[in-house]
């Protein structure tokens, strides 16, 4: 069996990279971000809809109605960055909205936020609704055949042949399920 010998000159991890050091601030991570590949396309995107949120709650709070900016979510329409996207929680927030367009457009204009329309969508609610299994009463016994099978079993009985195990098996349950 060989054993493994190191000189002082050869270190041992030579193979390996350096861990990154646990020193970095907070600025150094944003920097960071911005200049990767993936994650800095995404971080500028977050930022530009901050920066959009924040400019939609000043201007709607400049038309008193600042109070519904946390229900309505805003986005540039995809493929154009000229149409502002509302998306509501409710048919009368959007309905307020759709009555102010105007005014919040210019306003936003004024802010330095230009665009040339907004489209108001309400967002579907969430489904509360389940489904509950029938309540029946414990114990209760099982009902019997209604009138009309009652009256088809007794059909198909006289017509099978009185030794037919068929004929046996209708009579018992005719016997059994009646009301």
């Not at 409710?90 to 230009?114: D, F, M, N, V």
């Not at 006289?158 to 349950?173: F, G, I, Y």
């Given at each position: 069996m060989k054993s493994l010998s190191l000189s002082p000159a050869t270190p041992?991890?030579?193979?390996?990279?350096?861990?990154?050091?646990?020193?970095?601030?907070?600025?150094?991570?944003?920097?960071?971000?911005?200049?990767?590949?993936?994650?800095g396309g995404i971080l500028a995107k977050t930022e530009d809809l901050a920066q959009l949120k924040a400019k939609l709650l000043l201007a709607l709070e400049r038309l008193d109605?600042?109070?519904?900016?946390?229900?309505?979510?805003?986005g540039w329409r995809s493929g154009a960055q000229d149409e502002l996207f509302l998306l509501v929680s409710?048919?009368?927030?959007?309905?307020?909205?759709?009555?102010?367009?105007?005014?919040?457009?210019?306003?936003?204009?004024?802010?330095?936020?230009?665009c040339k329309a907004i489209k108001v969508k309400v967002k579907p609610a969430a489904m509360d609704w389940e489904v509950k299994p029938r309540q029946s009463p414990k114990n209760a016994p099982p009902k019997g055949l209604n009138e009309v099978a009652k009256k088809s079993w007794q059909d198909l009985l006289?017509?099978?042949?009185?030794?037919?195990?068929?004929?046996?098996?209708?009579?018992?349950?005719?016997?059994?399920?009646?009301?």
């Open positions: 041992f991890f030579m193979n390996f990279a350096r861990k990154p050091s646990r020193n970095h601030s907070a600025h150094d991570w944003m920097e960071y971000l911005r200049e990767s590949h993936g994650l109605i600042g109070h519904l900016s946390s229900k309505i979510e805003a409710s048919a009368s927030i959007g309905t307020r909205l759709q009555q102010i367009l105007p005014s919040l457009i210019s306003e936003l204009g004024k802010i330095g936020l230009h006289e017509k099978l042949p009185p030794d037919s195990d068929l004929r046996r098996a209708v009579e018992h349950l005719l016997q059994n399920k009646s009301k």
